[in-house]
């Protein structure tokens, strides 16, 4: 079975300050996303990394896939209470699935 | 350009019953996924349907079924329901299945079971 474990479950720091969440597998994936659902609402993706080592910018975000496509960071930079939510990554498995880890829970303080 | 919709938003419903969950996919999409997610968890892949078939199924038994229609909305069903059975069902459509495609979620149906 294919897991994605995310770290840490629980993230709370103040605006201004710059945070990295991670995702790791033991399993190469085809690729990975990233997601952000905020309370009553579905995830809505963030970005898609397809190729070992790639990383992708989104503002102040940056995405970055590990070498060996088995996990990936998300670096937020100058954190704004604007970016509070759950991060979600997943994963497309060897069967095209996509499996989600449980993510991370990021409270950012004004 | 239409998002996806889901409908009911929020649901009770007894243990041993049955309830039907629906989804509108993103017009241009062609391919419905459904997932469960329960409290503090991630989301988990229920099923996947692509032109009126099932293709692809996550570990959950029988008795999560689902539909999908010519216009692509899509359906699920659940019997039988168990107190475990209470989470955040989300729907998401794509354009192209078997490639990193894109899903877009819908707001999900939240279902309590008492």
């Known amino acids: 079975t294919q897991l994605l474990e995310q770290s840490p479950q629980f993230l709370s720091i103040q605006e201004g300050e710059n945070l990295t969440v991670y995702c790791n597998s033991s399993s190469v994936f085809s690729s990975l996303q990233w997601y952000r659902q905020e309370p009553g609402e579905g995830p809505v993706l963030l970005v898609t990394v397809v190729t070992g080592g790639e990383v992708k910018k989104l503002k102040r975000l940056t995405f970055q896939f590990g070498d060996a496509r088995k996990d990936s960071s998300l670096h937020i930079t100058a954190a704004q209470p604007g970016d509070t939510g759950l991060y979600l990554c997943a994963g497309m498995n060897r069967d095209d699935k996509i499996i989600f880890g449980k993510g991370t829970r990021l409270h950012i303080l004004p | 350009e239409t998002g996806v919709t889901q409908s009911p938003t929020h649901l009770i419903k007894t243990r041993g019953q049955q309830v039907t969950l629906r989804c509108s996919s993103q017009?241009?999409?062609?391919?419905v996924s459904w997932y469960q997610q329960a409290l503090g968890q991630g989301p988990q892949f229920i099923f996947q349907y692509y032109r009126e078939e099932e293709n692809g199924r996550g570990n959950f038994p029988p008795r999560f079924s689902g539909l999908q229609f010519p216009n692509y909305s899509s359906e699920l069903n659940v019997n039988a329901l168990e107190l475990d059975d209470s989470a955040l069902y989300l729907c998401?459509?794509?354009?192209?299945?078997?490639?990193?495609?894109?899903?877009?979620f819908g707001p999900g149906t939240r279902l309590t079971v008492t």
């Open positions: 017009s241009g999409h062609n391919t």
């Open positions: 998401a459509s794509s354009f192209i299945v078997g490639t990193p495609h894109e899903q877009y």
